[in-house]
Structure formats: C-alpha cells, structure tokens
C-alpha cells in the first residue's frame, strides 16, 4: 500500500480529523518529534482544536515516514531554489554541485537523491584514479623479517615480530566516504537507479577500508594536499548527510530514515558563510566565539557571530533569529546585549529573514541594537549585499 503523503509547511497548523488515522499514530510522532527535540508540534484532540489532531512543523524541513500509512512532507517558507542556494553556500559546495538538474527539482526528496548521485559518481571518479593512499607503521609476528625487528623470537617460537611500513587505503579520508555511503543506501531515500550507482560506490570502497563511523564534524578541519585536494567537496557533501541521515532520529514500522534539517541552523550557519565568503579587507567574522564571564570563569557563552575590524577588536556581535515574531522579545535582546558588553563592543545585530513588523533600533547607553533583515525571498546575492550595507551605515 502506497502511503498517503501530507505536506506541512514551516508553522503553519495542519488539521486532521480524530479518526482519519489511528491514535498509536500521533502517540508516536508525540513522543518521536515533539518531545525529543520539539521538530514538530502534535495537538490531540480538544475543544481548542474542534476535536481533531492538529500537527505544526517546527522550523524543520525534510520528510518523516510516519508509518507504513502515512509519510509527512515538512517544507520550507521560501523556495526550493533559495533553500538549495542556502545549502550550497552553508556548506561550501563548489559549483560543480549547482546543475541545471537539482536548480529543476520540485522536491526535498528529488534533490537528496540527485546529491546522493553527484556523491557516488565522484566516489566512483575517484575510484578510478585511485583511492588516497599512506604509509602506516604496522608491528605484527611474521614468518620472516620485514621491515625492523621489534623483537627476537624465542625458541621455540619461529614468527618474528617486525615494524614496517605498510602501504594501505585504509584512511579515514576513505573511511569517511564509505560510512556516508552505508548511510544512505540504509536511508532507503533514492530510487531504484540512484541506488544502483550508490550501491556501485559503496562496492568500489569495500575490502579497502575498515568499517568506522564518523560524526558530521568529523568531516571539517581535514588536511588536504595537492593529492587529495579533490576529497575537500567529497567530505563537505559527506558532512551534508551525515548532519541529515543518521540513525539518531527514531523512525517508523516501515525501516525508512526521517530526513530532517533544522532550517533555524542552516540560516544561521548560511548567513555566516554568505558574510565570510564576502566580507571585504579588513573586515573578518568568527563563528560560535566561546567567551567566558567571571572571576572564576564560570559562565560561559558562545556567540553566534562576531564582527571584527581594522584594529582586530569586536565591533559588532550578531545573533540569528529564523522564527519570525512582531517584535523581537526581551529574552533575544537580553542575550545580545550580554554578548555586546562581554566583547566590549558597540554594536548588536539581531539577523532575521524577514522583516519586522515592529523593527528594533535603540541605544542603550553606548550600545546600539539594531533588527535587520537577511532576505530569503529572492537573489540571496543581492540580498545579502543590501544587508551587508545596513551593517555598515555607521561606519560611513
């Protein structure tokens, strides 16, 4: 039986009729995403609710395969193309990635499988020409020498325990590729031809590499070289569905992954890296700059942003806020200004996509706290100049 697909947008309630499904069905997504990390807001039945279930994405995008019954389709407030520009840019990915193909996708599913391609035809690239290769010292007991002598056998022992060097793909460089491989092909997201060529890249690493697992971070701040400069887009697209597919979301009856991106993140981690790819000389931005308050150092912060100029010193911290309110509220000021005073800086910015009904633009002694807008409606380019402009009108 083909499962009926329901489509939510980001904070926009859907209502469903009490008896449309079964009740286990909405314990599970309570339990499952409401209250493990609150990806989507599940209302049972009440007077308030006219007597049905009411479901509410929270900021997230992607699908949940509810059950064998029902998947939910969960999608973003702006368009497909911006979404996919704003992962592009979060992520790094050259333009090797931003085809004619993925610009046409109509949906989050058709554009995970045809990255889930681009991945494996890159593997299988690769494949061909080679997987990176080191030298790792290896002690083990042969039956001959290789390599040094660690130790002199006793009689009536005849292996010789050697330290040589062995020359092996076995690397997390390739461990990595292998691991996100095995993940998507577990997802069971891609159709039966995306998989095949998936299944082929998996393959192409098998009896290469040792099985290890890898976090999404494990992907940043790797070594590259001239040999392996063409690993550094591989592990940024490793990073991308590592952070998306892995087993720590809980699923359904069905074995299927949920795939889900928290969109709150992905505008924070997109409009710093729109800012560090554009900013000009001198300016410079850090990103989660932990900085710690006390004698002893016992409270500690990290901000989202922080602005340097010419001299090196802060001038100016920003705070992303996705969700979109009247007015910015206390609780989002008190925090900047906490981050502004402990950078002894002038300047706090809290970043929204979308324009305030009720902006802020206040002093609070020589501080100045601003609400300014990074659009994701339309050119994400032209947007982010205009907003790289309204930071700078006090320094003109």
Known sequence: MIPTLLQLTEYQPTYLAAETYPPALFNHLYHAYDQNGRKL???????????????????????????????????????????????????????????????????????????????????????????????????????????????????????????????????????????????????????????????????????????????????????????????????????????????????????????????????????AAWLQQHLPAPWSLKTQELIHIGANRELQLQIDMVLYGANGEADTVLDTKYKIPTKPSQADISQIVTYAKAKNCHKAILVYPEPLSRPLDIWLDDLHIRSLTFSLDADLDIAGQQFWQHILTEHV
């Open 41 to 271: 807001e599940v209302q049972f039945p009440t007077p308030r609710t006219n007597g049905r279930y009411c479901l509410t994405s929270q900021g997230w995008v992607g699908w949940i395969p509810a059950s064998s019954q029902l998947h939910l389709s969960l999608l973003p407030k702006v368009s497909l193309h911006n979404l996919f520009r704003m992962w592009q840019t979060a992520y790094r990915l050259p333009d090797i990635f931003w085809q004619d193909a993925l610009v046409q996708v109509k949906s989050l599913r058709e554009f995970y499988e045809g990255l889930a391609v681009i991945l494996a035809k890159m593997v299988l690239q690769r494949s061909r020409q080679g997987f990176q290769q080191a030298y790792l010292p290896q002690t083990e007991a042969l039956p001959f020498v290789r390599g040094r002598l660690a130790q002199f056998p006793r009689p009536p022992q005849t292996a010789v325990t050697c330290t040589y060097q062995r020359h092996t793909a076995d690397l997390p460089d390739n461990q990595i590729l292998a691991y996100t491989l095995a993940q998507i092909l577990h997802s069971r997201r891609c159709g039966a031809a995306a998989q095949t060529v998936v299944r082929q890249a998996y393959r192409s690493l098998q009896g290469i590499v040792s099985y290890a697992e890898f976090e999404p971070g494990d992907c940043n701040g790797r070594f590259y070289t001239r040999l392996n400069q063409d690993y550094q887009p591989l592990h940024a697209l490793c990073r991308f569905f590592l952070a998306h597919t892995g087993p720590s979301h809980q699923q359904g009856d069905h074995g299927i992954q949920p795939f889900l991106i928290n969109m709150a993140a992905l505008f924070e981690q997109f409009v």
